[in-house]
């Protein structure tokens, strides 16, 4: 059941929090109880407005020390890495916040991937140590406790896994039913089974992703349901922290650059905003450059960019209107197998603003990527591979510089698609390509030896493959 905590003082912010439309020729505003997922007077896409000029007034920096103070806490409220930033989240005291312990995930060194990448030093933001194993936890805590204060019945989402794995588990934590449209045959075994061990329904539709968030969209006009897809804002307020918890174990150097893959584009969206706020607030002094890594396949954000004029569109002011959706997206990163992302405008706004990138990467090298990333200790699923591969590419292309400061985001736990990962090794991998199965080469594939069952032969082999 949520939980419920005694007010705190200092959070007058939440109180005068709004949903607001990002379009600034419309700015239309509504309040946090209305259960709207765009614009309802221009259609545009909604953002919160944290109000957090009450905090600004006070003392910001103080903020530090108060986050800092809770690691020792074992209130659960303060446990929870969502929660314990709650200063700057649209949430009145009493909040009947719904928490698996979330966030708190750990920021890794990793020197295999970063000499591949041709980087000094690399950090991964690992978001795949998550309770149910991917960067959805967080968002999903916020989504669900604002289901509860609504007073919804059913949460919904589409999904290509990952967001009906966090789904079906904080729902199931609230005591909420739970609804998830998943592309039939299109995800993998393991997030499948999440959902169906939360006892979410489970709806297979005959269709892509991109299918299914249609579906929710109009499913979403029935006041009876609460759609928790990224369109819904109260998710990206739960993402966002987790520029906070990058930042405190940054001990506040903010990085140059910062990396995450794209799919539906909330991640980065979140991570934007994040910084941003942290920027308004005088808790950094700049922006990371964002930069967001899609597979080549799924990659109409990528395809929009490169079309940019920059120079117009420096600072996210003025955005393209529309952006041409990938008709068949293709890409074994089924995470991220998306053609028509719905949050791409604020990501879009999020990366124009900090300078950074948006670039596509092959099959073969998020293949590679991923297998480096393993030999440094560290699993994560395909998606989350986007990013190292991106981040080798923008190295050879002069965006990033070695010695600079980067951190990755991985998204998704190793064990999210086993599958992949034992194909890859086994160099089973292939993708499909207008019926031709195309086969990904496993340029560090470490194939499963079959050796007798004698001492010796085992001997003989750890012998021959010492280097
Ligand atoms: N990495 C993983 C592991 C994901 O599951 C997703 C999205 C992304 C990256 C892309 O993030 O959509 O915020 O740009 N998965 C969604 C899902 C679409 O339904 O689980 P995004």
Known sequence: MPQKIAPAAGRAAAKAAVQRCIDPQCGGSYGLQERIYTCPRCGGTLEIDCALDSLRASDPAALRDLWAARAASHDAIDKSGVWKYREMLPFAEPIPFVTLFEGNTPLYTAPRSAKYAGLDTLR??????????????TGMSAAITQAVVLGAKTAVCASTGNTSAALAA?????????AVLLPRGQISAGKLAQSLDYAALVFEIDGNFDDCMRL??????DPSIYVVNSINPFR????????????????????????????????????????????????INRLPKLSVIQAEGAAPVARLFATLDRQQAAGGENLPATMAPVANPRTLATAIKIGAPV?????????????????AVSEQEIADAKAMIGR?????????????AG??????????????????????????DAEYVANYHRGTLAIDVDGKSQPIHGAFKNTPERVAASKA?????MERRRS
């Not at 070695?402 to 190793?414: D, F, Q, R, Y």
């Not at 032969?457 to 082999?461: P, Q, Y």
Request: charged letters at 20%; aromatic letters at 4%; a neutral charge.
């Open 236 to 283: 990206i307020e739960g993402q966002k922290t987790v520029a906070f918890e990058m930042m405190e174990q940054c001990l506040w150097q903010v990085p140059a650059h910062v990396v995450v893959p794209g799919g539906n584009m909330g991640n980065s969206t979140a991570l934007g905003k994040g910084f941003q706020e942290l920027l308004d607030l005088g808790l």
């Open 391 to 416: 981040i080798k590419r923008l190295v050879a292309a002069g965006k990033i510089r070695s010695g600079e400061n980067v951190v990755a985001v991985l998204t998704g736990h190793m064990l999210k």
């Open 124 to 137: 991964l933001k690992h978001q795949g140590c998550n309770p149910t194993g991917s960067f959805k936890d």
């Open 457 to 461: 032969a085992i001997l003989e082999a």
């Open 170 to 178: 904080y729902a199931a934590r609230a005591g909420l039913q739970a």
């Open 343 to 359: 949050s791409w405008k604020k990501a879009l706004r999020a990366v124009l603003r900090s300078g950074g990138e948006v670039i």
């Open 216 to 221: 929710i969209q109009e499913l979403g006009e």
């Open 376 to 388: 440094d200790g560290i699993g994560c699923e395909p998606g989350s591979a986007t990013t190292v």
